[in-house]
């Protein structure tokens, strides 16, 4: 008997590694083949891409403008794949935008729709909800609270716990890190986390190296970039500046993370990242003008920070648009490196952020509630 097919789909860095870590752990468990778009992780998962995450990575309402000729010919390309394969299940990775469109498309084809890690339609657009309900047969959440708000609105939904916890660690301690890339294991070091997408590093770069030639006129601080999954340097070579010296490391984050004093980072996964690792933070987070003024509208929370969000408090400081500038970035930085009380009283804030994300183990259990759903031959088409 050949294997099953399914479809699996994420749209950018955080998903391709959420999907690339469940493809490996249904791979493992039952006899599946796994198409879809994803990137360089899924890919060395096994999963057979027939589209790049890449082709459609965006952020805000102008991206998205500007990517539709690319979202359309994606669209159109899983869409055909699943006619041709009829895959027993689609397991789409947050991105919403996209796969809210997709999973219609694909519940008329009599195909089932698993969301594995349910957008945070909590925090802005709630009413998407009832897209969730109608199109999806289950959604799994990765934050302990989005499993009632989700069945309060019709979802059939689980409360997984998030796939990072158990697997976010360094693997060289400060010294070996400083070793590794010339740096002072002595000397404060300031570790950036400017995004995962062209988009974003365009708008925050250049206001980031702003803040790091600010900080040094005063303070010996070293400046580490952590580039993100998919990012090269020669991307981040027009935005470095000969004035401030910065050490640019690949495939290297939670190293980094683990030996930073004080982080600065784009909102987003990594903001969570930097949470497990214990690393006091500023987030910071900047989208073009119209995207902004329509996400002041929609977004329903008074934080926009996803630790501030988890923890129902401001645990880090959190610079979006106007308030992401090089001054006050500066100033955050320099409030955390000079005050060890102020570095003490942000890591209690980070310990109650971490009791909430859920014991390890998110993969396993969204692998075994899957295929719990593969056994069972009566379940709704």
């Not at 699943?82 to 195909?111: E, M, N």
């Not at 998030?162 to 002072?184: T, W, Y």
């Not at 969204?366 to 088409?381: G, Q, S, Y």
Request: with cysteine.
């Amino acid at each position: 008997m050949p294997p099953t097919q399914i479809l699996i789909s994420a749209g950018e860095a955080s998903g391709d590694m959420y999907a690339a870590h469940l493809a490996t752990a249904l791979r493992a468990r039952t006899d599946v083949h796994l198409y879809g778009m994803g990137g360089p992780r899924m890919r060395e998962a096994g999963v057979e891409l027939v589209a790049d995450c890449a082709e459609v990575s965006l952020v805000g309402i102008v991206e998205i403008a500007k990517k539709l000729p690319a979202l359309n010919r994606v669209w159109k390309r899983l869409i055909g794949e699943s006619r041709q394969r009829k895959p027993r299940f689609a397991i789409l990775t947050d991105f919403p935008g996209f796969h809210l469109r997709l999973a219609r498309a694909l519940k008329r084809q009599g195909i089932q729709n698993i969301y594995f890690v349910c957008p945070q339609f909590w925090a802005w657009r709630p009413w998407r909800a009832n897209l969730v309900r109608r199109r999806f047969v289950r959604g799994l959440c990765i934050f302990p609270f989005e499993q009632d708000w989700y069945r309060e609105r019709g979802v059939t939904a689980d409360f997984i716990g998030h796939p990072l916890v158990g697997n976010v660690a360094a693997k060289r301690s400060r010294a070996e890190f400083a070793a590794a890339f010339e740096l002072d294991a002595a000397k404060p070091i300031v570790v950036l986390l400017p995004g995962s997408r062209a988009g974003e590093i365009a708008h925050h770069m250049p206001p980031l190296m702003q803040s790091c030639h600010l900080i040094a006129r005063d303070h010996p601080v070293q400046f580490v970039l952590a580039l993100a999954p998919g990012m090269s340097k020669s991307q981040m070579a027009p935005y470095l500046t000969p004035d401030t010296r910065i050490r640019v490391v690949e495939d290297a984050t939670y190293d980094a993370l683990g030996a930073a004093d004080v982080a600065v980072v784009s909102s987003g996964t990594a903001t969570v990242e930097a949470a497990l690792m214990d690393t006091p933070m500023i987030v910071v987070y900047r989208l073009a003008p119209v995207t902004a003024a329509i996400a002041r509208w929609l977004v329903r929370t008074p934080m926009f920070a996803m630790v501030n969000l988890i923890a129902g408090k401001r645990v880090v400081p959190e610079l979006v648009q106007n308030d992401f500038t090089p001054v006050r970035v500066a100033n955050e930085v320099i409030w955390l490196l000079d005050s060890e009380e102020a570095r003490s009283e942000m890591r209690r804030g980070l310990a109650s952020v971490r009791e909430r994300l859920g014991p390890p183990g998110a993969i396993e259990r969204a692998a075994d509630i899957i295929v719990e759903m593969l056994a069972n031959p009566t379940a709704k088409r």
